[in-house]
């Protein structure tokens, strides 16, 4: 059955374009709203509910923009179910981002959680994680090597923590969703083999 959004989803486009109207994605022009729509696309085309579209549209507004305080904004305005799932794809809540844990940390703090995690979760980190595995992928084609100096985990860790997102939400969540994007971390591990 088709997703039927309500005035709750407009909301959440509006929210989603105050948090991040000024923010572009790394090492592009790219306006970053574009992400958050990418990724709530993903996630509707994949199966989302209402509540998992608006989460997706959410995802990194906590994180990105504000931390706790954002987060209990999201929960008074569009409920538990929402603010559990953005609470669930963010891997930092610290107001100032020179307050967050060193990004190894993070990331192992994330896939530990991704272990436990809710199915409505693992669908909208697949998501956000698909989106950002083919952004990748288009950055690599088009700038080669250099794209992985805009990344904290520079060109391997940024490779180990895709291929290790993707076994553990294949694992956890059996979907097309989680196929494909092993598909696209496979594609991206592959391209970027060295040659010799």
Not at 50 to 65: F, K, R, S, T, V
């Amino acid at each position: 059955m088709a997703l039927m959004t309500t005035g709750r989803f407009a909301s959440a486009m509006a929210y989603a374009h105050q948090v991040h109207h000024a923010q572009v994605r790394k090492g592009t022009g790219i306006p970053y709203i574009a992400h958050i729509l990418g990724v709530t696309a993903l996630a509707i085309e994949y199966g989302a509910g209402e509540d998992e579209a608006i989460a997706a549209l959410l995802h990194d507004a906590a994180e990105d923009g504000g931390g706790e305080a954002t987060l209990a904004e999201i929960r008074a305005a569009y409920g538990d179910a929402v603010a559990d799932i953005v609470l669930g794809c963010s891997d930092s809540l610290v107001e100032d981002p020179e307050d967050q844990l060193p990004w190894l940390e993070r990331k192992e703090n994330y896939l530990a959680h991704l272990e436990n995690a809710s199915p409505s979760i693992c669908l909208v980190s697949a998501a956000d994680k698909l989106h950002n595995v083919r952004a990748i992928i288009r950055d690599y084609r088009e700038h080669g090597e250099e794209i992985w100096d805009r990344f904290h985990g520079k060109r391997d860790g940024t490779l180990w923590y895709y291929e290790t997102v993707a076994h553990t939400l294949v694992r956890r969540y059996r979907s097309q969703l989680t196929r494909d994007l092993q598909e696209a971390v496979d594609q991206l591990l592959l391209m970027t083999r060295p040659r010799g």
